[in-house]
């Protein structure tokens, strides 16, 4: 009577069981072309780099193992850590100043307005724009001599003789920047729309109806509800900056005097110019967990105070 009563007993459970390896069965094969793009791009060439950073690779010719040895030779390259000191003042004032344009341009295009639909459009569109093909294009106009930013300050009378805008550091420097804001603010205007349009109006009408002033609406509300979308953007944009190379190789090609070689500028360099290539994954890796490191504080330090 026990036993006939255990095994009764025990055939549900066999076949929950069994209904459950099938749903985790299916969901391993929904999600198996996923796993499989991930392992091919990304897990399989970031081992692959690994690898090849442990070794004396050449272009041409045998790879000889080396073990640590390119990363003890990073730690005394001089023009690498310049390289990343360049990139690191790159990417916060570059930041700052996509913030301040495309933080003002979400809360314009929220509002509702005759051409909101065309504003948004038209702030947008430079994104769809290449970063190369935007430098390109930017290249031609810093040109002193058939462009257009020059000769036309020379036209109209704004000086009196063309200046060379890509001859000097600040010059460069500042018009790469305007660029980049010009290339990327509609993005992050889009992401901060988003996180705009998820804020409950009537939280705002409340506490527009308690008093609060619209710089205060702003500071605690707006601001906190939308921490996570700014962490999401803040992000992007760091890590999008920490790895610039388009624009100061096409633009500036690393001048004046090497001051505008970013770190993936320099990565460039050793591995397609000097044909170091086990070198330059070396670089690669340490400027890897560089980005991941700034990426977990930044999320530590925005996080809410309940978690992401």
Known sequence: M????????????????????????????????ALILVATFFVIPLGMAFWMSLH???????????????????????????????????????????????????????????????YRTAFFLPVVVGFGSASLLWAWLLDVDS?????????LGLMTT?????????TTFWSIIIMVVWKTAGFNMIILLTGLQGISTEVQEAARIDGASSLQRFRRITLPLMRRTIALALILSVSGSMLAFDQFYIIADGGPQNRTVTAVYWIFSQ??????????????????????????????????????
């Open 2 to 33: 026990i036993n006939s009563q255990n095994i009764h007993d025990g055939a549900p459970i066999r076949r929950r069981s069994g209904r459950q390896r099938r749903k985790q069965l299916a969901g391993l094969l929904f999600i198996a072309p």
């Open 56 to 118: 004396n690779w050449p272009l041409l010719g045998r790879p000889r193992f080396i073990g640590f040895g390119n990363y003890i030779r990073l730690t005394q390259d001089a023009q690498f850590w310049s390289s990343m000191r360049f990139t690191v003042y790159y990417t916060v004032i570059v930041t700052i100043a996509i913030f301040a344009v495309a933080f003002p341009l979400a809360l314009f295009a929220e509002k509702a307005h005759r051409f909101t639909k065309f």
């Open 147 to 155: 462009g257009l930013f020059s000769p036309a300050a020379e036209y």
């Open 162 to 170: 063309r200046i060379n805008l890509l001859a000097d550091f600040d």
């Open 271 to 308: 591995s397609f110019g000097s044909f170091r290539l086990g070198y330059g994954a070396a670089l690669s890796m340490v400027l890897l967990v560089i980005l991941v490191f700034i990426s977990v504080v930044q999320l530590r330090l925005l996080r809410n105070p309940e978690g992401m």
